[in-house]
Each structure stands twice: as C-alpha cells, then as structure tokens.
C-alpha cells in the first residue's frame, strides 16, 4: 500500500479577536533554569494570540487576553496549557538543561484541575516513551504491534484519568484532552502499518496487528467545537477519508487512489465529511496551503467555495481573508 501524507493541521481553528462573548483570560509563569533570551506564549488556535517576554530570572510573566473558548497555549515551544475563557493561570516551570524537569500550576481553581488533567497525561505518554511523529517511529524502528498496542494503553489511561477528573474539569477540556489522545492512537492505528511497510519493507499482513481493515471499528468521529480544535485530532479526520475510502475499495477488490492535487483533496473531503467535521478539514487544507506560499492563486477559488457553502464558523473565514492579505 503506498503511503500518502498529509499537512498537519498547524492553523486548525484560528480565532480572531474580534470575539461575541470576551472573558479575559489571564495566563502567568515564572520560569526557571531557562537559558534562552525570550520567553514566548503562542496560542495553537490563533496567531493573534501571543506575547513575548525578556528572560530575566525570577521575573513572573503575565499575559492577558480576550476569549470566548478554550484555548491552548504553549510556553516556549514545549510546554502547552489549556485555558477556558475567564480563567487565571499560573505556571512554574522548572527546567533541566532544555528539558522541562517539573510543573506546578496555581490559580483558578477549574483551571488547575484542567491543566492537571492534560499534564497527567502528558506525564504518561512520557512515561511509556510515546512519540508524538509517526516517522520518529519508524527511523527507531518501532514495531508496529507494539505502537498500535501503546496507543491502546493510551486510550485507556486517558479515559482513567478523566474519569477520576470528573466534577473537577470542565467539559471542553474533557473533549479536548480526551481528542488529542484519540488523533495520536487512531493516526497511529491507520497510517503507522503502511507507512511501516513501505520504510521497513514488510507487509502489513506480516506486521502482527491484526486485521488492518478492521482496526478502526468501534471507534466513533467527534463533532464537538473543543475536539474539533485539537490539531491532533483534526490531522487524523485528514487520514481517516483515505482510510475509509482505502478500506471501501478494498472490500469491492479494487484499489484507492490518494489525491496528490490539492484541488482532488478539497473535493474529496468536501464530498466525505458535512458540518463542522467539513468546516474544519477544509479549513486546515486551504490554510496549510497558503503558508506554504506557493501557487496561492491556486487556492483562491476553493476559498470562494469554502465560504459559500461549507465554512460554519465565520471566524474561518475571516483569518483566511486576513493570512491572504
């Protein structure tokens, strides 16, 4: 089976400031053991929300900021907290030569928890040494039994830890947290066994997983605004079209063939997926396609489609005519 990628959803769901119900956010951290210059907040949902701050030791940075939805944030490329609108967050970051050696959270009560939650899980992936790049996978020859197995333990462990979270955190962060794992494990359940084939040259038949056409049964899609602005799990929504369709024809004897055009892409997704399941695919493939820069007048007619009939959020619209600009 011939491997296929797509772009990561990098600018999954932006979101203008331009915002119907603002609360202020306020996120906060005091850092130390930090050997670069600048100390940078960048929000995964918008490009508009961020700050940067001089590194001085001991010096607690504060940044606030209007949303009206869960937001993830990440302090210096590594660390990622999620704030729901009107929270207070404080972060102690303690590092290690580059790596971050411990955590510590204070401030709204909600928003600890939250934030306990996701770094819990955090915790465990590191635990059970679960990479986040399939193609890290395969470069240290990771078995693909044993990935498919992981990202069970995965699953699991994230479904424990937000049952025993339950009452404390709030329900977007339950969608989110709970997304994220998903987009990793099931990522890993319908792109790791080709990709394994064509690097490490052995049949997904041989790979001890299993029936390959049966892996993702039982495994129900999100549609909620939280999950669906997980990149994650929008970068996995990208890959299950080209399983499903995969799995269709291989059950008619014939054999799918991936769109390698954007404009093939966009219609596929466009035909496969409705709502804001298509929404934000879309979304990802236009925006993607424009921060690769090249060809941009290319894309210029699936936006005017976008918009006439399949954008749900406005907010998408609106950043994809402010990154064109």
Not at 42 to 63: K, L, M, T, W
Not at 100 to 106: C, P, R
């Amino acid at each position: 089976m011939k491997k296929f990628y797509f772009l990561a959803a990098g600018l999954l769901c932006l979101s203008s400031l331009s915002f119907a119900q603002n609360k202020r956010t306020v996120l906060s951290a005091t850092i130390d053991g930090y050997k670069r210059d600048m100390v940078y907040f960048d929000c995964v949902q918008s490009p508009f929300i961020r700050q940067e701050f001089h590194a001085n030791p001991g010096e607690e940075h504060v940044y606030s900021f209007d949303s009206d939805r869960l937001v993830s944030m990440i302090i210096n490329g590594r660390t990622n907290v999620l704030l729901m609108p009107g929270d207070s967050l404080h972060v102690d970051i303690q590092y290690q030569g580059k790596q971050v050696k411990e955590l510590k959270f204070s401030g709204s009560e909600r928003a600890v928890a939250d934030n306990e939650l996701y770094a819990a899980v955090g915790d465990f992936k590191r635990s059970i040494r679960y990479k986040s790049q399939l193609l890290a996978c395969a470069v240290v020859d990771v078995k693909p039994a044993d990935r498919i197995n992981d990202s069970k333990k995965l699953l699991e462990q994230t479904r424990q830890l937000v049952a025993q979270s339950k009452g404390k955190v709030a329900d977007d962060v339950v969608n989110y947290v709970s997304a994220e794992s998903e987009g990793l494990a099931y990522t890993s359940f319908v792109e790791y066994p080709p990709m394994y084939e064509e690097t490490r040259k052995m049949p997904i038949g041989e790979q001890g997983i299993g029936d390959y056409w049966n892996i993702m049964n039982g495994c129900k899609l999100r549609d909620d605004a939280a999950s669906l602005s997980c990149p994650d799990y929008c970068s996995f929504l990208l890959l299950n079209m080209a399983y499903t369709k995969s799995k269709q024809a291989h059950e008619k004897g014939e054999k799918y063939q991936r769109p390698d055009k954007l404009e093939d892409m966009f219609a596929q997704l466009a035909s496969f997926y409705d709502g804001a399941r298509r929404d934000v695919v879309l979304y990802s493939v236009i925006t993607n396609y424009i921060q690769g820069g090249k060809e941009i007048e290319r894309v210029e007619p699936l936006i005017k489609e976008y918009k006439e009939k399949y954008c749900v959020d406005k907010r998408h619209a609106e950043i994809i005519d402010a990154i064109m600009q």
